[in-house]
């Protein structure tokens, strides 16, 4: 069989594992940065997870796919549920491969007299410190200085596990649709983490906010705004 | 018998290099990573994905890449009269094996080391071509669970009867006697086609 051309723009179209993104052979003295979901044969980058193809000047390429399963990388903020604590570690469950590490230590102000205890089953929103295959992730409760920044144990709240793309957008700039048109009516908190989980908080609304977030993964944000509006009309 | 007509049409009316009418679901599995049902006319198959995951049994676990494990089954309700002893049996045995062979050439193992990835696939009906259709929704369900692939696989069956070469064989063409072989095939990235197994029965 003869070798079809790879020329089609496959920018911002859903793309599937083994399409080729760019021809290398083409583009001679060009430095291009690739993302997650892609990698480079050879002359060829090519697709290797499903998902919509994402392209950001002046150089950098990328696939957007939302899973339910989290693979941890460094810098993410996510919340994690205690399973286990040991005597230097905290065992901290954040739905990914393994099991992740958090030092008894990695606290603001953390010294070997005042270490924190949680119970098992806590839920915790944490920083990955350190991911790398094979191994377990690390975590920490400080930002990069050594400050709490709002790292830590969540109290109150009701947790819910979404897919990881719909965490994303509920994290993107500017605000998406659906927390903005549920912000005009209503107050609430929620905590995000990158891994699909989210802990919401409201005086007296917590579950409408969390069906709305939950429905909101499919929609576009005019198809959002009228979900958020009928769900509202309900407590009217 | 005769199973190609002298106008040329098959039992079920299609043409010799007709296939059967496709349908396919994801994320009907809520539990699981990845999920998809898979329909090739009357055989239909569920395939759930877990992982990557901690690997359960400590022995087995690789230092450098993942381990893939596929389970093949089907359903007491699957075939015509119930069937006794769904897994376990040496063609259970061997089609799983056959699967997870498949799935192991496309999936990136390496970029998972120490994990371990779950294949579960079970025939709900089954009319003839389960190992394609298996095929191709163990492929579907990877994609929907994220795991990195190379390609993707589709598979399809085919054989020979009263000298015509046939297409996707329901359950009535496949236990004719006749020969049949199930091909799997990558789509490589830059279009050209390959060839990843092909058991002749």
């Not at chain 1, 994303?168 to 990158?194: D, N």
């Not at chain 2, 015509?164 to 990558?186: K, M």
Request: charged share 20%; net charge neutral; proline share 5%.
């Amino acid at each position: 069989m003869e070798a079809k051309p790879s020329t089609a723009n496959l920018v911002d179209k859903i793309v599937v594992p083994g399409d080729v993104v760019l021809d290398l052979s083409s583009m001679t003295n060009q430095t291009i940065k690739l993302g997650g979901g892609l990698r480079q044969e050879c002359d060829s980058v090519s697709v290797i997870k499903a998902g919509k193809l994402r392209f950001s000047k002046p150089n950098k390429y990328w696939v957007e796919s939302s899973q339910k399963r989290y693979v941890p990388c460094v810098e993410d903020t996510v919340l994690g549920i205690v399973v286990d604590c040991k005597a230097d570690n905290f065992f901290v469950d954040i739905r990914g491969p393994t099991i992740a590490f958090l030092p008894v230590l990695a606290f603001e102000g953390g010294t070997r007299r005042n270490i924190p205890k949680f119970e098992i089953g806590s839920l915790l929103y944490v920083r990955v410190v350190k991911a790398n295959p094979g191994m377990n992730p690390e975590l920490s409760c400080t930002d990069a200085s050594g400050k709490a920044a709002e790292f830590g144990l969540l109290k109150d709240g009701y947790m819910f596990e979404t897919s990881t793309g719909l965490s994303r957008m509920l994290l993107s700039s500017p605000t998406c649709p659906v927390l903005e048109e549920l912000g005009k009516q209503l107050s609430f908190e929620i905590a995000v983490g990158l891994n699909g989980r989210v802990n919401a908080e409201s005086p007296s609304t917590v579950v409408l906010v969390s069906n709305a977030i939950m429905n909101s993964e499919s929609l576009s944000a005019v198809q959002q705004k009228i979900m958020v509006d009928k769900l509202l009309q309900r407590i009217k | 018998m005769e199973f190609v007509s002298p106008e040329g049409l098959r039992l079920d009316g299609r043409r010799p290099t007709e296939m059967r009418q496709l349908r396919a679901e994801i994320g009907n599995v809520a539990k699981a990573d990845g999920s998809a049902v898979f329909e090739m006319g009357n055989t239909k198959v569920i395939a759930a994905v877990y992982g990557p995951r901690e690997v359960q049994n400590k022995s087995q676990q690789m230092s450098d890449q993942a381990l893939v494990r596929c389970e093949y089954s089907m359903a007491n309700f699957s075939t015509g009269d119930r069937m006794r002893k769904p897994k376990g049996d040496r063609r259970s045995t061997e089609i799983s094996l056959v699967i997870r062979q498949t799935m192991e050439a496309c999936i990136l193992t390496h970029l998972m080391p120490r994990s371990q990835i779950d294949i579960f696939v079970q025939v709900l009906q089954a009319d003839g071509g389960t190992r394609s259709a298996c095929i191709n929704a163990a492929t579907l369900a990877l994609q929907d669970a994220g795991i990195p692939m190379r390609d993707i696989v589709t598979s399809c069956s085919a054989g020979y009867l009263n000298s015509t070469p046939l297409l996707d064989l329901n359950y009535v063409e496949d236990s004719a006697g006749g020969p049949d072989v199930t091909v799997g095939l990558r789509l490589l990235s830059c279009g050209t086609y390959g060839y990843t197994l092909g058991p002749m029965d």
